[in-house]
Nanobody
């Protein structure tokens, strides 16, 4: 069973930064596509970043491009999401997910296993 655990969420002021971590257990993470998603109350789950197996390709929607960066640390079997210049609109529960077969995509339905989520709140 592929298990993921997110951490690093919290309360931050507008313009601040956070780094989220997605730690994998039970499998070697860099063989798979990993996505980061977020869901705010009353809204659909939105893809905010993804990274291909072995990290050669990354994708971001326009809403976070230039502010968010996804990366891998294969030695730690962990994927990170560095979030800079945070805005109140970034407030949501953030999830990481693994896609067992196929390339990285920002489509939530393409992913097979999900972490429990970590809350990010951007507020002054």
């Amino acid at each position: 069973q592929l298990q993921l655990v997110e951490s690093g969420g919290g309360l931050v002021q507008p313009g601040g930064s956070l780094r989220l971590s997605c730690a994998a257990s039970g499998f070697t993470l860099h063989y798979y596509a990993i996505g980061w998603f977020r869901q705010a109350p009353g809204k659909e789950r939105e893809g905010v970043s993804c990274i291909s197996p072995r990290g050669g390709v990354t994708k971001y929607p326009a809403s976070v491009k230039g502010r968010f960066t996804i990366s891998r640390d294969n030695a730690k079997n962990t994927v990170y999401l560095q979030m800079n210049k945070l805005e109140p609109e970034d407030t949501a529960v953030y999830y990481c997910a693994v896609r067992e077969n196929g390339m990285a995509t920002l489509v939530a339905g393409s992913y097979d296993s999900w972490g429990q989520g970590t809350q990010v709140t951007v507020s002054s």
